[in-house]
């Protein structure tokens, strides 16, 4: 059958969706069986300890360092406040003429701001 | 074979409502980069599943949070794989879902009419964000008590109201017992609920307005 029809969900996407949830649980599995999460020490309450986040929260870490004593709360507040507004508010940046080159520096400096602060933690601990 | 399927189907008529969203049809310029919606979706069934399998050993109270967990893991079968691999899919949807929101993007599938399906999958990803720091705190170890005593820490620096919010959010002072449970709570009833709330959203609108296709 060579004449065109269109593609629909089932069958033609489905086999496929199948092979890559197969790959996602299968590397799961394959991650936590050769990097098991270790158990932690006990809490130590008596000296104060400052360690690193999760990595997805490493942008922030990094941030809240840039704004120390009266100014914390841009660091703390404010900036991942306007992050997550301009994120939701994407589709209305991208209005009239202009409106997608306006998106895209919103989005890349979203992204870059997001990947940069999260290296520099690493680099420079 | 089918003779199951055919009674529940006659009784609870599963085929013909999915029938339009099996056979939708699925544009041109479709690639694998689609997928990672899709992948998203599966780390969070998983992480539904091994939460649940988790939530039957872990006991969430300042005094035995930490014996619970070392429990799981020494004692209880598959109880370090299931934690590892919980651990695991949390990393994973954090990572899907950042891509998946650069493909949106990139393909302008937020254009209108897809306006608030963008919104719900923001929504989607800061929701997912809150699990993780919640989630960070239940071992109750050094890490997790630390970490958290710095992240909520952060509340309080918000001009004139801080003070309240922290307090809201430890239940009290510091962080203690109070928080831990409610962490736990926000952890495994109030952001999955939103979350599923969320994603039958988001399925729901891609259901009416269709994939977008090539650039």
């Known amino acids: ?30 991650l936590a069986l050769v990097y098991p999460q270790l158990i932690g020490r006990q809490i130590d309450f008596s000296t104060p300890y400052r360690p690193l986040p999760e990595w997805y929260f490493l942008w922030l870490y990094q941030a809240v360092r840039y ?42 400096s979203l992204l870059l701001a997001f990947v940069v602060l999260t290296l520099i933690p690493y680099i420079s601990p | 074979m089918g003779k ?34 899709g992948a998203s979706f599966v780390f969070f069934l998983m992480l539904v599943c091994s939460g649940l399998m988790l939530s039957i ?34 990393n994973l949807l954090i990572i899907t879902i950042i891509l998946h929101t650069i493909r949106v993007f990139i393909y302008k599938a937020y254009r209108p009419p897809r306006e608030l399906n963008w919104i719900a999958g923001s929504l989607t990803l800061i929701i997912a964000l809150g699990s993780g720091f919640t989630g960070y705190l239940l071992p109750w170890d050094q ?25 809201l959010i430890r239940g ?35 259901k009416k307005q269709g994939v977008k296709g090539g650039l």
């Open chain 1, 67 to 108: 704004f120390p004593g009266r100014w914390a709360f841009i660091g703390t507040v404010l900036l991942p406040f306007i992050a997550a507004i301009s994120l939701i508010m994407i589709p209305y940046i991208d209005r009239g003429k202009r409106g997608r080159t306006r998106a895209i520096l919103v989005g890349v």
């Open chain 2, 57 to 90: 050993y872990y006991v969430p109270s300042e005094q035995e949070a930490f014996m619970s967990i070392v429990r799981l893991n020494n004692d209880v079968t598959l109880g370090a794989f299931i934690r590892s691999f919980h651990k695991w899919s949390a």
């Open chain 1, 1 to 30: 059958m060579a004449e065109k029809r269109n593609k629909e969900f089932y069958p033609d996407y489905l086999v496929e969706i199948s092979i890559v949830i197969f790959i996602a649980v299968e590397l799961t599995v394959v």
């Open chain 2, 4 to 37: 199951i399927f055919d009674w529940i189907d006659s009784r609870f008529g599963v085929k013909q409502p999915h029938k339009k969203f099996l056979e939708r049809p699925v544009p041109e310029g479709v690639n694998y980069a689609f997928c990672l919606g």
């Open chain 2, 143 to 167: 890490k997790a008590y630390w970490a958290t005593e710095v992240g909520t820490s952060m509340a309080s620096t918000v001009p004139f109201i801080g003070k309240y919010i922290l307090y």
């Open chain 2, 172 to 206: 009290g002072e510091d962080v203690t017992g109070a928080t831990l449970i409610r962490f736990y709570s926000m952890h495994i009833l109030y952001f999955p609920t939103i979350m599923f709330l969320l994603l039958w959203a988001h399925f729901h609108m891609i």
